[in-house]
C-alpha cells in the first residue's frame, strides 16, 4: 500500500534555532501534501495545504513565516520551523494524497528547549 | 464545513463488536463519511469511508444512515490492538478538489480483556 514517511522521527533543538522536517511520498506521487499539528492529548490540526509547484495555502491563525513550507517535487515536501521557541514543541505529521486516498506519515516529535 | 459529534470514549470487550457511533447532520450531498485511528504517538491510518451506501473491508463496516446524518463504524471482532482514538470525519471540498480533513475530538477507543 502507500507509504508516506517523515524524516527525522523526533528532534530537539534550542529555542532560537530552525528545524526542517521532510516528508516523502514512497510509492506514489503527491501533488497536493498537508500538514498537520497536535499537541498532548489534543486532535490534529490543519496548518497547511501544499500543493507542488505553488505556494502553500496557511489556515488562519497559523503563521506563514514562522511555518516554511515547501513542495518541490511529487514526492517530497518540507516543513522549516523557524528561530523554534518552547511553544513549538509538538508532534508534526504530514499527510499526502494518492490515488484519490489521504495517507499520513509517522509524525515527528519536535522538543525546543 | 460540515462538522462530526463522536462520544469521547467506549469500552468494548475483546473479542465482541465495537459500534463506534458518529453525528453529521449538517453533512451535503457531496461530502463522504471517512474513518481514521490513530495509536498513541503514531500518525493516523485509514479504515474506510462512504457516501450513501454501506461500505466493508478488511478492517471494518461502516453503515450509513439512509438521511446520512449519522454513521456508525463496526469493528466485529475487537482486539487489543485496536485501542486507539477514532475520527469520524466528513471530507470539506476545496477549490482545487483535493478535500481537507479536518479532525475533531474522536472517540477514545479502550479494548479491555
Known amino acids: 500500500g502507500a507509504v508516506v514517511s517523515q524524516h527525522p522521527s523526533r528532534v530537539i533543538c534550542k529555542s532560537g534555532t530552525s528545524v526542517k522536517i521532510e516528508c516523502r511520498s514512497l510509492d506514489f506521487q503527491a501533488t497536493t501534501m498537508f500538514w498537520y499539528r497536535q499537541f498532548p492529548k489534543q486532535s490534529l490540526m490543519l496548518m497547511a495545504t501544499?500543493?507542488?509547484?505553488?505556494?502553500?495555502?496557511?489556515e488562519q491563525g497559523v503563521e506563514k513565516d514562522k511555518f516554511l513550507i515547501n513542495h518541490a517535487s511529487l514526492t517530497l515536501s518540507t516543513l522549516t520551523v523557524t528561530s523554534a521557541h518552547p511553544e513549538d514543541s509538538s508532534f508534526y505529521i504530514c499527510?499526502?494524497?494518492?490515488?484519490?486516498?489521504?495517507?499520513f506519515g509517522p509524525g515527528t516529535r519536535l522538543t525546543v528547549l | 464545513d460540515a462538522k462530526t459529534t463522536q462520544p469521547p470514549s467506549m469500552d468494548c470487550a475483546e473479542g465482541r463488536a465495537a459500534n463506534l457511533p458518529c453525528n453529521h447532520s449538517?453533512?451535503?450531498?457531496?461530502?463522504?463519511v471517512y474513518w481514521y485511528r490513530q495509536i498513541h504517538s503514531q500518525g493516523p491510518q485509514y479504515i474506510i469511508h462512504?457516501?450513501?451506501n454501506n461500505e466493508t473491508n478488511e478492517m471494518a463496516s461502516l453503515i450509513i444512515t439512509e438521511d446520512r446524518k449519522s454513521s456508525t463504524l463496526i469493528l466485529p471482532h475487537a482486539t487489543l490492538r485496536d485501542t486507539a482514538v477514532y475520527y469520524c470525519i466528513v471530507r470539506v471540498a476545496t477549490s482545487s478538489n483535493t478535500g481537507k480533513l479536518i479532525f475533531g475530538q474522536g472517540t477514545t477507543l479502550q479494548v479491555k480483556p
Open positions: 449538517t453533512i451535503s450531498g457531496n461530502e463522504y
Open positions: 501544499s500543493n507542488e509547484g505553488s505556494k502553500a495555502t496557511y
Open positions: 462512504g457516501l450513501k
Open positions: 499527510s499526502a494524497i494518492g490515488r484519490a486516498e489521504q495517507f
